[in-house]
């Protein structure tokens, strides 16, 4: 698993934090990445220790992670409702909630499920934390698009950059068959704005700008976890 941000320890109390307030009968998006992968750990041990739950995986990779911990899945369309969403993050911002999502190249079935659920339960290191959003917006997109897209986020006043998968010749190719477009627009005065004008590109499945993302936040640090409602 890519590993970017702070350190495993500080990613696994954030994890293990959400995954405490998990109770029994819940039904739980179980998110992607690093961090999250620690709360679908944490999970499978609860689920070994008798907890009742059934998990929706926002990726292959939450979803392999999950049958190999023994969580029961179940797809989005087949429950009736997700209880709470644990899910990680690759720049949030604590006084405006919004945050940037996509570095596992997700974030289309991330926001999905978040979307769907009572609560977003948001699990970072303290790295994650910033004043501002500006990192490359992650754009998936559908393949035969990306070029016009690219010339979409131009005019928007971003600098677009197809994605190219790690050790392979070519370009990541998402769990649902599109390409991940990441634009840079510097710092993102305005997450708001910039998010419904990428909403209204034709050719973007979905865009990593998550707004108001979490009712609840666990910062896992050097030293410790906070987590904040
Ligand atoms: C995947 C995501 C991840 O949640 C995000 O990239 C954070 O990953 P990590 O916990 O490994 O730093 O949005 O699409």
Known sequence: MKST??????????GEAAADTVEPGMVVGLGTGSTAAYAIEALGDAVDDGLDIVGVPTSFGARQRALDCGIPL???DSVDGVDIAIDGAD???RDTGSCLKGGGAAHSREKLVATAADAVHLVVDETKLTDALD?????????DAHTVVADAVRS????????????KDGPVVTDNGNLVCDVDFGTIADPESL??????????VEHGLFIEC????????????????
């Open 195 to 204: 998010a419904t004008q990428l909403s209204a590109v034709t050719g973007v």
């Open 135 to 143: 990192h490359p917006v992650a754009l998936e997109v559908l393949p």
């Open 156 to 167: 928007l006043g971003g600098e677009p950059m197809l994605r190219d998968a790690a050790n």
């Open 91 to 93: 720049q949030f911002v």
């Open 74 to 76: 179940r797809s989005l």
């Open 214 to 229: 979490a009712t609840t936040v666990s910062v896992g640090t050097a030293d410790g976890v906070s987590t904040t409602t």
């Open 5 to 14: 941000g702070g350190s495993d320890a500080a990613k696994r109390r954030a």
